[in-house]
């Protein structure tokens, strides 16, 4: 570490809150808990934990009380495991160092394969990948598209079967229009927006694994849903609703980042940033209120679809825009199924949906990933079980809430509930709809907590608490929204919900760690072997690991003026939560984010996506149609070739179980 201690970087101004709303922020309400965090560490490093015992005055449950010391600094051997798991030790692989280069590393004694590029046939025999990105649109409906994100395996067949045969489901979050047409996006057509449209949304291919490779079989499940294909509306926001009128049939789910499994065997993919594809050139376009708040202009964000399709075009079509921002689920056993837009689960920038359930009741954890919005979820009503079994979706019926975290460690889940608090006639809230369409608006009247980006949202399978990254904030307004202001690393919360009963309104809630660099932030608690940033996927496998993916922003990687010089580039680490250590698992190549992760029922395979390698990064360079290489050429290295995206299938040399 330097004698002189560097200036606390400042964030990456590449995301900025639209929440002017009073609400409280995270910030003001963890200043006090952070404080208790420097009582505890007194000197003894073993002990450091912040983690304080949460929830005086709550009979929830607080979360086991850890300690975030991770491996002697400068040592590359682990350290050994602090017991908590029957005193087997839950992570049992060797740290990987920090990387610059063009590669995918991973611990020694394991294997990887690369996967299912953007370009594959999703069947085989489909249409070939062309190098120079010369694929039509027609070509790329049958091809699997491209920025690779949130993803599950589904097995196939009986027992043992299952972990040698799936249908492996994920989302294609964006384009990238440099990489994706031979002479780049200066100009626009109908016949690129239309290949733009095909390469996002989700591919279901089925694969199979055989002599040690796992390959993509012919099956007539394979499928990709874009943003053309057919959808249906369900839930409180009807599909003949007044405000999703519009001059094409529903067509589409865009910006698919993160997704979910339903208990009964269906895939959600979630919307994110939606409002990025709409724009106009009509001077005479003002947005109102509710397009301030998620981030509508008439400028949009850079596609340009609109001057080549009126789809696009918020003057032309004012209601298209109200159609996304929604979860969708897709019946990957049934190609033919539209894929349905769930709307009581509520429309935001939803970065994810994880599903669980208490007392039968399925129970959908989503975060809003924006600096400044909110953590929310959904209760069904009644047994899912036997909703399914009268015909309906268990999605359909339920209550959303929106969390509100208190200084003390306790929090509440505020309904947004039409006729309640301030959700009322009086106030402007015509009916469920409507506050449903106006979900942001709704959770501001109500009173919810500003985060610093939620991101994923997972849960310990060991003991039901919750856990969801903050990728990271800009601290606007009154100082931030967060632990630390600015909070260019972000930090993973976790809390319990009362009685460890995903139904309940009021939790306990704790920090679960810190990230970022030591030598910029001392709070940091992490070392060589575990030093990230911006943690943005979160996934629990079945053996209690906690995996995390980070999404550091290529305007920042690598940059010493953003406090990431030594953080190299983005990475997945495993997690203990009972003990807090954390180690570096894998590295991606450059220019890319590492997120979606998925495994096998035998936890022997697992699948991890690198999206975006080779995107424009300062520390790199801006990749041209003439040279779509100077950041990356990752995974075929092909002289004349680009950049794809890619699932990634890591085994163990000895076949045993992935992190042990
Ligand atoms: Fe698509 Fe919030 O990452
Ligand atoms: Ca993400
Ligand atoms: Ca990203
Ligand atoms: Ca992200």
């Known amino acids: ?75 590359a051997a682990p350290a050994a495991g602090r017991g908590g798991h029957g005193g087997r030790r839950l992570l049992g692989f060797e740290p990987v160092p920090v990387s610059d280069t063009d590669e995918f590393t991973v611990p020694s004694g394991y294997e990887t394969q690369v996967l299912i590029p953007w370009g594959t046939p999703i069947r085989p025999g489909g249409p070939t990948w062309r190098k120079d990105a010369s694929n039509s649109a027609a070509d790329q409906e049958r091809q699997v598209g491209m920025n690779h994100d949130g993803m599950h395996f589904f097995p196939l067949g009986r027992g043992r079967e299952g972990n040698e045969r799936g249908l492996l489901v994920l989302n294609h979050e964006y384009v990238d229009q440099t990489l994706l047409f031979p002479d780049g996006d200066e100009e626009m057509t109908a016949e690129k927006v239309a290949k733009a449209l ?73 919307e994110e940033n939606w409002n990025n594809y709409f724009a106009t050139e009509d001077a005479s376009w003002e947005p109102t209120e509710e397009h301030a708040r998620y981030g509508v202009t008439n400028e949009g964000g850079g596609f340009r679809w609109h001057l080549a399709d009126p789809r696009f ?131 501001d009247a109500v009173g919810a907590t500003k985060m610093d980006r939620p991101e994923w949202i997972s849960v310990n399978p060991k003991n039901h608490d919750v856990y969801c990254t903050l990728t990271n904030g800009s601290g606007w ?38 990230a970022g660099d030591p030598a910029y932030d001392d709070r940091v608690e992490l070392d060589p072997n575990s030093v990230f940033g911006s943690p943005d996927g979160l996934w629990f496998d079945d053996d209690g690991r906690l995996w995390i993916q980070t999404d550091v922003s290529n305007s920042s990687q690598h940059l010493a003026e953003r406090g990431y010089d030594n953080i190299g580039n983005n990475q997945m680490l495993a997690a203990d939560p009972e003990t807090g250590e954390v180690r570096r698992f894998l590295t991606g190549p450059r220019g890319c984010e590492i997120t979606g992760v998925t495994a096998t029922p035998d936890q022997r395979t697992l699948f991890v996506n690198v999206q975006h390698p080779g995107e424009s990064t300062v520390a790199f360079g801006e990749p041209t149609p003439d040279d779509p290489r100077v950041v990356s050429n990752w995974p075929d290295f092909d002289p004349e070739g680009r950049p794809r995206s890619a699932t990634v299938a890591i085994r163990r040399r000895d076949g045993g179980i992935i992190g042990a």
């Open 313 to 443: 075009d918020l003057a032309a079509n004012p209601n298209e825009p109200n159609r996304f921002g929604w979860i969708v689920e897709i019946d990957p056993n049934n190609p033919d199924a539209r894929p349905v837009k769930r709307t009581a689960l509520g429309r935001f920038k939803h970065e994810g949906c994880t599903v669980t359930e208490s007392r039968g009741r399925v129970v959908a954890y989503t975060g809003d990933d924006q600096d400044g919005d909110y953590i929310y979820k959904f209760v069904g009503d009644g047994q899912w079980r036997l909703q399914r079994l009268m015909g309906r979706s268990p999605l359909d019926h339920g209550t959303l809430y929106v969390a509100r975290f208190e200084d003390d460690g306790t929090g509440t889940w505020l309904p947004l509930k039409h006729g309640t608090g301030a959700l009322i006639r009086e106030n402007g809230w015509a009916d469920q709809a409507d506050v449903l369409l106006r979900t942001r608006q709704a959770a």
């Open 477 to 514: 307004e009154n100082g931030g929204v967060n632990p630390r202001t600015p909070n260019p690393y972000g930090h993973i919360i976790r809390w319990t919900e009362h009685r460890r009963d995903h139904t309940a309104t009021t939790f306990a809630w704790d920090i679960f760690l810190l």
């Open 1 to 75: 570490m330097s004698a002189q201690r560097p200036v606390f970087p400042e964030i990456d101004p590449d995301e900025v809150s639209s929440n002017s709303s009073g609400n409280r922020s995270f910030r003001e309400v963890v200043e006090t808990r952070l404080s208790r965090r420097d009582a505890l560490r007194g000197g003894t490093a073993a002990a450091a934990g912040f983690l304080v015992a949460a929830g005086a005055g709550s009979a929830a449950a607080a979360p086991a009380a850890t300690t975030t010391g991770t491996t002697a600094a400068g040592s």
């Open 198 to 270: 095909a390469a996002h949304g989700v591919s279901v291919v089925e694969i199979e694994r055989r002599r040690g490779e796992w390959r993509v079989v012919d099956s007539r499940r394979a499928r990709r849903v874009t943003g053309a294909t057919p959808v249906e509306f369900s839930g409180p926001v009807r599909g003949s609703h007044p405000r999703l009128r519009s001059n094409n049939e529903p067509m589409g789910t865009l910006n698919n980042c993160s997704s979910g499994a339903t208990p009964w065997g269906t895939y959600l993919t979630c």
